[in-house]
């Protein structure tokens, strides 16, 4: 575990930040606090992060699975391109199988990540994909299919049971709480798109979608709750999505609304065109608080380093694209291939990731955009 460290900081900044015991932790961050911790990052660039070799975050971060030597691979990767951030996913099964294991998996993930110079955000929860999450063995990828074995955490059985709520809850002050003082830790994600539908993917398996809602609803500000109960350093967000911003936040859902009311520094995702980036980014700081993109960069739909990376630096809103190596994930395949499998060909243009398996780019421009937005030489 690692001390804050006040070096280059003013005095009025350390008061700031010394000051979150009179605030308390079971409280939002003021704005103050948020704005003041947002000053000592550096312009956070990044990806969301699994390994080649992980179908999933089970598959990651498993004992039988997890893969140290290659994750410091991949991160020397990210590294050599100025990326100073990862978004990672954890699971609530991981803390129920091993929860001792899990924790020494985390902490040699951080040592791996603080060698390369990388700061993770942690994400809790999440409501993407598959529905019926299993420890053990996960199966292979289908064939030409994207993303065809993450999972949700909690699944679909936990979510509808509230009797499991209670394992939710040590999960989550479980691990916030082992390192809520590790400064090798960025932030936490506590849901990543809370009460999305994957009926069209999953909808046998899926929750109605109406139930399901309700009970994120009901679930969502326990969990910021249960975080902020183990008092961590780090500050606490979940990323808007799907957010109509032409209505200046009028027509906002009562997740949208539990997400901003709740997070301490606003986080957001944006799969559509530079323009629609730009307006929510103008939006959001309204808010007065920190504004990091947690998810973007969809080629084919618009959303393209080229175009949202200049945008985000002038801006300084931190930047985070899906996917950074093509592996077990097969995210480089688009949304659709769910309806039509690239099994034949290969897509005419990847959709997600920054490298191919071994390591080389997949397009030279945009890695050398990345170096020089970040200062990479």
Known sequence: MKRIKFAFMTPAVIVILCTGAAWGQTARWPEEKANAWYVQQSWLVGSNYAPKSAINQLEMWQETTF?????DIELNWAEAMGMNTMRVFLHDLL???????FQKRIDRFLALASRHHIRPIFVLFDSCWDPLPHLGLQHPPIPGVHNSGWVQSP??????DANQYPRL??????VVGAFAKDDRILAWDVWNEPGADNAGSY??????????????K????????WAREA???QPLTSGVWAADTSTDGLDLGELQQIQLRESDIITFHNYSWPEYFKREVTWLKKYNRPVICTEYMARSVGSTFDTFLPIAKQERVGAINWGFVAGKTQTYFPWESWQHPYILDQPPVWFHEVLRADGTPYRQAEVNLIRQ???KK
């Open 169 to 174: 809850k040590s999960y989550v002050q479980g």
């Open 95 to 101: 803390w129920q199988q091993d929860a001792a294991g």
């Open 373 to 375: 937005l970040t200062g």
């Open 218 to 225: 009901a679930l969502l500000p326990q969990a910021f709750q």
């Open 67 to 71: 893969d140290p030597a290659q994750i």
């Open 231 to 233: 008092n961590p350093m």
């Open 203 to 216: 909808p046998k398996e899926e929750l109605k979608i109406e139930d399901k809602i309700a009970r994120v």
């Open 155 to 160: 699944g679909a059985t936990a979510l509808a």
